[in-house]
Nanobody
Framework: VQLVESGGGFVQPGGSLRLSCAVS????????MGWFRQTPGKQRELVAV???????YYGNTEKARFTISRDNANNTAYLEIRSLKPEDTAVYYC????????????????WGQGTQVTVSS
């Protein structure tokens, strides 16, 4: 199983990004998908989760600025981030697990390799 993130990059404060997580080797419709982020020296932080039925859950991040979604037909999950701030700078990781608990426990079955998001003027 491969999870491949894309869509990261360098963006100015106030901008927006949409990260994608393309999954191969499994059909994601039965999987809960999650997004995490990590900065050097810190624990990986849960950003958002979307269940197999589409229900979103947001971690301690500002949920008004984040939207998680999924497109089961294209085997892809997304994370949209709006009004980006310098403190959003991190490596963003996609994760997949059949169980919601696998994601929120930070021990999912599958991880992506991460995509860097840098917010700076």
């Amino acid at each position: 199983v491969q999870l491949v993130e894309s869509g990261g990059g360098f963006v100015q404060p106030g901008g927006s990004l949409r990260l994608s997580c393309a999954v191969s080797g499994r059909i994601i419709s039965d999987y809960t998908m999650g997004w995490f982020r990590q900065t050097p020296g810190k624990q990986r932080e849960l950003v958002a989760v979307i269940s197999s039925t589409g229900g979103p859950y947001y971690g301690n991040t500002e949920k008004a600025r984040f939207t998680i979604s999924r497109d089961n037909a294209n085997n892809t999950a997304y994370l949209e981030i709006r009004s980006l701030k310098p403190e959003d700078t991190a490596v963003y990781y996609c994760a997949a697990d059949r169980l919601f608990s696998g994601i929120v426990s930070r021990q999912p079955k599958f991880w992506g390799q991460g995509t860097q998001v840098t917010v700076s003027s």
